[in-house]
């Protein structure tokens, strides 16, 4: 069974930084994509950025490009999203999310299968 952990979430000032911890068990093969999803109050839960396990591949969503970079430690299966100049629009909730049987990138929250619990990423102005 795939279970999925984030940590690293915390307040912070605008233009600082963060890095959110994505650790991984269950996997049984390298075809899988790990997605970084965000959850603002009263608004609907977007992609942030996706890594493909087997390819790197990765995606990041326009809103954080050039500002936060995905990667991924196979020593102990730990994917991070490094998070810099952070904005207050940034606020939300950060999930992490899985998806196994694939060498693609996915951007659909919906063809994720596994979630993690989500971690509160606050950036005060």
């Known amino acids: 069974q795939v279970q999925l952990a984030e940590s690293g979430g915390g307040l912070v000032q605008s233009g600082g930084s963060l890095r959110l911890s994505c650790a991984a068990s269950?996997?049984?093969?390298?075809?899988?994509?790990i997605g970084w999803f965000r959850q603002a109050p009263g608004k609907e839960r977007e992609v942030v950025s996706c890594?493909?396990?087997?390819?790197?591949?990765?995606y990041y969503a326009d809103s954080v490009k050039d500002r936060f970079t995905i990667s991924s430690d196979d020593r102990d299966n730990t994917v991070y999203l490094q998070m810099n100049s952070l904005k207050p629009e940034d606020t939300a909730v950060y999930y992490c999310?899985?998806?196994?049987?694939?060498?693609?990138?996915?951007?659909?929250?919906?063809?994720?299968?596994?979630w993690g619990q989500g971690t509160q990423v606050t950036v005060s102005s």
């Open positions: 999310a899985g998806v196994t049987g694939v060498n693609w990138i996915l951007t659909s929250q919906y063809e994720y299968n596994y």
């Open positions: 269950g996997f049984t093969s390298d075809r899988y994509t």
């Open positions: 890594i493909n396990a087997r390819t790197s591949s990765t």
